[in-house]
């Protein structure tokens, strides 16, 4: 059983199992207030299946890509959680759990997702059905591209607005049964170098 | 809960520090700190997606740590603090979700606190002459310059003034800058004055002219300050003379120190507040140190300073006030508090 955090767009939290698939889910697609409503998601869904948190055996997050200040709200507390029940962290690119929902629910083979990466840029991976293992095969991506320049697929493109932890948790689940973890470094999917603009020392007098 | 003697472990990711602090009601077990400082110093100040990056990777091994240092096991804690601001709101939402997750899977409550009223409740800690009130605070580092009024640590803190421009460290830093030396500034500029005329060139003093006195008794400003050392020296420069690197090291240090010390001051003499606490990193700064001893000690006010590992931005400071909420009888904070980078010094607690 596991507890999922995503925060690479709204904030959703999960627990899952794997054989009882996702017991339950709570979230909210507000982009604006991951570190308002982390806490309460996570008691909330905790509660909603009746798991206290010594009973997980980890906990899933999605590591991106995503705007960064909600990004990092998602996994800073997802480790924080495992510290405290002293189980594994497990990372998860967020793309590869859309995908995984998609294609275990038998949407069609070829399909590119695509989230907001602001700066009028999204963020674009492209997969290409499952494998033997019942993990989604990431063909490209994430890469990030202008919003009007996504590369033409041949297959579904599915824009997602929310990354459901439900899927997150269940793609680590998944992994775990296969060995096939890690399916992520431990780090970030940010994609962009942070900004930084060194302000040159300007003259004042002329 | 031990509310006599709480185990509290606190976070803190206002600014640059990755702070982690446990302490048993004001005993300090573990001050542990991770510092981005050296990824920003290229850029020559404080780069908040940079800071936000380090906390998120810094974080958890500094907690880890702290408890080693502590020797304590997390379950164990009473509770968890957190500051939730003022400071960076991408570099305090790390913090902030990851004290939320950690109380959660520990069911314990949270304290969400004031960075601000954190650094006085550093005096507390270790202590054999515990911090008395009403006291005056004057809390100065590269993010804030502020000067407050506390009768009581945790009900009742004023904000008598603040800097209406740049904080007190980041005119340090920018006056490095033009002067050619690297980040951060304060301890650069103290070596360059070595030797240096305090004297030799008399440099602005922010809002203390009569006129500013009126509305800016308490606050402070630098700005002025940077724009007037940036004159001097590039009309020096233009003139083909050398600048006197030591000088204007020493005589800006001496106008931003004049003006620290005499504003807190004169809210102690106003006050009746016969006491004065400093706080921040740049009390780091000995000409501060030492000129707000002199003071003081001519004005018969006591004077207070933290040790320097409390003054710094830190996770002790946090716990610590955290601690003194739960001995006070204070509720915990409500899971759905979020990061106020403004949050102003009358909220101790969210
Ligand atoms: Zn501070």
């Not at chain 2, 740590?65 to 379950?75: T, W």
């Not at chain 2, 003081?296 to 207070?304: D, F, K, M, P, S």
Request: proline content about 7%; hydrophobic content about 45%; overall charge negative.
């Amino acid at each position: 059983m596991l507890l999922a955090i995503d925060t690479s767009a709204g904030t959703s939290v999960a627990v899952v199992d794997r054989d009882g698939g996702v017991l339950a889910q709570r979230g909210t697609p507000d982009a604006m207030r991951h570190a308002e409503v982390i806490g309460e998601l996570i008691t909330e869904a905790l509660a909603a299946a009746g798991v206290a948190p010594g009973r997980l055996s980890g906990v899933a997050a999605g590591m991106g890509p995503g705007p960064y200040t909600g990004l990092r709200v998602g996994i800073a507390a997802a480790r924080t959680f495992a510290l405290g029940i002293r189980r594994p962290f497990v990372p998860v690119p967020s793309h590869d759990a859309v995908a995984w929902a998609h294609l275990a629910s038998g949407g069609a083979p070829a399909v590119q997702i695509v989230t907001d990466a602001r700066r009028r840029e999204f963020a674009v991976s492209e997969y290409l059905g499952l494998d033997a293992d019942g993990l989604p095969v990431r063909a490209a991506g994430p890469v990030l591209v202008p919003r009007d320049e996504v590369p033409a697929f041949d297959g579904v493109r599915l824009d997602a607005a929310e990354i459901p932890a439900g899927g997150v948790g269940m793609l680590a689940e998944l992994a775990f049964a296969a060995g096939r973890l890690p399916l992520a470094d431990d780090a970030a999917i940010y994609l962009r170098e942070p900004d930084v603009t060194p302000s040159p020392g300007k003259r004042v007098t002329r | 809960m031990n509310r006599n003697a709480p185990l509290v472990l606190g976070i803190e990711t206002s600014c640059d520090e990755t702070g982690v602090g446990v302490v048993r009601g004001t005993e300090l077990l573990a001050n542990t700190i991770a510092s981005s400082m050296d990824e920003h110093a290229r850029y020559g100040g404080v780069v908040p997606e940079v800071a936000a990056r380090a906390h998120l990777e810094a974080l958890e091994p500094t907690i880890r740590q702290a408890l080693a240092e502590a020797s304590v096991s997390l379950d164990e804690l009473d509770a968890v603090a957190v500051t939730s601001g003022p400071g960076l709101a991408g570099a305090l939402m790390v913090g902030v979700g990851a004290a939320k997750a950690l109380a959660v899977s520990l069911d314990v409550p949270i304290y969400a606190v004031n960075h601000l009223v954190g650094h006085v409740g550093a005096d507390l800690l270790d202590t054999e002459a515990p911090l008395e009130t009403p006291t005056v605070a004057l809390l100065v580092s590269g993010g804030h310059t502020s000067l407050l009024l506390v009768r009581d640590l945790v009900s009742d803190v004023e904000l008598l003034g603040e800097t209406i421009d740049d904080a007190a460290g980041e005119a340090f830093d920018k006056v490095a800058r033009l002067l050619g030396l690297p980040y951060p500034g304060g301890p650069e500029i103290d070596r360059a004055a070595v030797g240096g005329d305090p004297s030799a060139i008399r440099f602005p003093r922010g809002l203390t002219k009569p006129k500013d006195l009126e509305r800016h008794r308490y606050d402070f400003s630098f700005s002025g300050l940077k724009t007037a050392v940036a004159r001097w020296v590039e009309q020096r420069e233009a003139a083909g003379e050398p600048v006197p690197v030591a000088d204007v090291a020493a005589s800006f240090r001496e106008a931003v120190v004049d003006v620290l010390t005499a504003k807190a001051i004169d809210a102690c003499r106003e006050l009746g507040v016969p006491r004065l606490l400093l706080g921040g990193g740049v009390i780091a700064n000995a000409r501060l140190r030492a000129v707000a001893a002199e003071r003081t000690a001519a004005a018969g006010i006591e004077l207070r300073i933290p040790p320097l590992s409390l003054c710094t931005d830190n996770g002790a400071m946090i716990a610590a006030l955290g601690a003194q909420l739960i001995m006070g009888g204070h509720e915990p904070s409500t899971l759905g508090f979020g990061a106020d980078s403004t949050l102003p010094v009358t909220e101790i607690q969210a």
